[in-house]
Structure formats: C-alpha cells, structure tokens
C-alpha cells in the first residue's frame, strides 16, 4: 500500500512540474505580464515568424529572425546571451522551439508570448507594420 500511495505521490509531483511557467531559464507569459515585461531595460525582442508575416503586423521594436530560416542561429549569435530575450510567434510553437534552442546555444533569460501573436491581437494589443 505504501508503494502505490509513493508512486501515485511521485506521478502527481511529476505531472504537475510540467504544468509550471518557468522551466530551465525558458519563461511563458501571458498577454498582461509580456506587455510589461517588454518595457524592461536591455531586452531583447525577437518576432521568430517569417518575414512575410512580420511584415503583416509586428510588436513595436521587435526584430525579425525567422526560426524556419537557415539562418537563424548565425542572426541569434549578434544577440547578448546575457541580456533577457523575448520571443513570440503566430500561435506559440516556433517560439517554444526557439526558446529551446536559445536555451541550447547559451541564452540564460528568455521569455516566450504565451499563444503568441495571436493572444496579443485578441487582446487588442498595439501591432506595427
């Protein structure tokens, strides 16, 4: 009995440290708490989206280094690996997998636009194009 109730214990704990909003120096924030965050000194904000779809409608300041491009580690490399890192793109995937690989290349702060974009205009929140 005390081996089930440890072991439903430990799943419970481990089911419940993915659902957590920072993990391993990648941070997932909504619409409210971005928008702030993004005033913050030094940060760097980064629209991981096509060009095309930057083109489209943008948050103010951002700079475009498109994630599906072959080029986008070599564009991250000009970036201070020191300095806190903001990412969004259309719906949160590419950001996810952007921040991953940001973590990977050394980046210690980076936060991720919970449901990207997206969120942010259905929070009729300011774009720029």
């Not at 990648?26 to 928008?35: G, P, R, S, T």
């Not at 779809?53 to 599906?68: C, D, K, P, T």
């Not at 990412?87 to 991953?100: E, L, P, Q, W």
């Not at 990977?104 to 259905?122: A, C, R, V």
């Amino acid at each position: 009995m005390k081996i089930k109730v440890m072991s439903l214990l430990f799943l419970f704990l481990g089911l419940t440290s993915c659902l957590k909003n920072h993990t391993d120096g990648i941070q997932v924030l909504d619409v409210a708490k971005y928008e702030k965050k993004i005033t913050e000194p030094n940060i760097q904000l980064i629209d991981v989206r096509t060009p095309e779809e930057f083109n489209e409608g943008h948050i103010a300041n951002a700079v475009n280094i498109n994630f599906l491009a072959d080029y986008f580690e070599a564009n991250v490399a000009n970036l201070d690996k020191e300095k806190p890192v903001m990412v969004y793109c259309k719906s949160g995937g590419r950001s996810a997998k952007a921040s991953a690989r940001l973590k990977e290349l050394g980046f210690k702060n980076i936060t991720d636009l919970e449901g990207g974009i997206s969120n942010w205009n259905s929070a009729d929140k300011p774009t720029v194009k």
